[in-house]
């Protein structure tokens, strides 16, 4: 029985029939076949949080920034100042809009082989890989051991995927609980998902009793190591939301925070006048790229 392959077919499109696979390639002017016999290998998205499920700055949709490169989901940031990332979610997938000047995710290192990669998505924004103009369904080659920047502008896009791969292949879904954990590798917060950090809130903040000797400090455990030795540690009021401090329990009262300690797996957070008394604090630890 002959395929009935779509017509007018734009590049990168998949057309797919049983368990086969073809991809529309406008370089060759020809359907070309994968073979998907077998399933895809598992993370083989080099992005993270490309569903864009996670938000735990609670960054708001078309909310301007104040810098250059500030993050807004987790693990994209708008690279121009005062420009925005809006995006809307529907059925668990989320469209975003990206602005003229960008939205980015830089890839890690680590996390990059040499090879060919393909890039695709869905929507009208357009795209680079390291500052090189990509096409859907393009393939081009990554040099291992380098951090690689996706960036798209000027539209919309939703369900990136960068796999090393010569075919794009239907967008991998992560559990939820994974893909939150890659995300704490570079950002991660003792607040509620849903609570933005600095809001006066006690539910899950860290509570200790500092010694009277050993220093006035109760020793927090990240839930996910991070990629950096010394995170940019931030405490937070638990009371007030105040940055930089702490409370303590004795009187409930805001004490100016000192952080020691800080490792990759976890920081020291009190005050010299909180000895021998407890002590509470939120935090946010910051290891982006």
């Known amino acids: 029985m002959p395929l009935d392959f779509p017509n007018s077919p734009t590049n ?15 370089a060759k002017g020809s359907w070309l076949a994968s073979n998907t016999t077998s399933a895809p290998s598992s993370f083989r998205n080099k992005l993270i949080n490309a569903q864009g499920l996670i938000n735990q700055r609670v960054y708001v949709s078309g909310t301007a ?14 690279v121009t100042s005062g420009q925005n990332l809006a995006f809307s979610e529907t059925d668990n997938v989320v469209t975003f809009t990206a602005p003229a000047g960008g939205v980015e995710q830089v890839v890690e290192d680590l996390n990059v082989e040499s090879g060919t990669y393909v890039l695709n998505w869905n929507g009208t924004a357009t795209a680079t890989v390291n ?19 996706v960036r798209f502008s000027g539209g919309t896009f939703s369900l990136p995927q960068l796999e090393k791969s010569t075919v794009s292949t239907d967008f991998e879904h992560r559990p939820i609980g994974t893909e939150l954990a ?7 917060k003792s607040y509620n998902i849903d609570a ?7 539910n899950g903040s860290i509570f200790g009793v500092s010694a009277t000797t050993g220093g006035p400090y109760v020793f927090c455990s990240y839930k996910v190591v991070k990629r950096l030795n010394q995170p940019a540690v ?10 930089n401090r702490i409370v303590r329990s004795s009187d409930t009262t805001d004490q100016i925070a000192t952080v020691s300690h800080s490792a ?22 910051d290891a982006e790229l």
């Open 12 to 26: 990168g499109q998949i057309f797919t029939s049983g368990i086969k696979k073809w991809q529309w390639s406008d």
């Open 234 to 243: 931030s405490v937070y009021s638990p009371n007030t939301g105040t940055i």
């Open 182 to 188: 890659l995300c704490q590798r570079y950002y991660e």
């Open 131 to 149: 500052g090189s103009a990509r096409t859907k369904g393009q393939t081009f080659s990554l040099t291992g051991g380098s951090n690689t920047t």
């Open 196 to 202: 933005a950090p600095g809001a006066p809130l006690t």
């Open 65 to 78: 920034t104040t810098q250059a490169n500030q993050y807004t989901v987790d693990r994209w940031r708008v």
């Open 264 to 285: 990759s797996s976890g920081f020291s957070a009190g005050n010299a006048s909180t000895t021998n008394n407890g002590i509470a604090y939120h935090f946010t630890a």
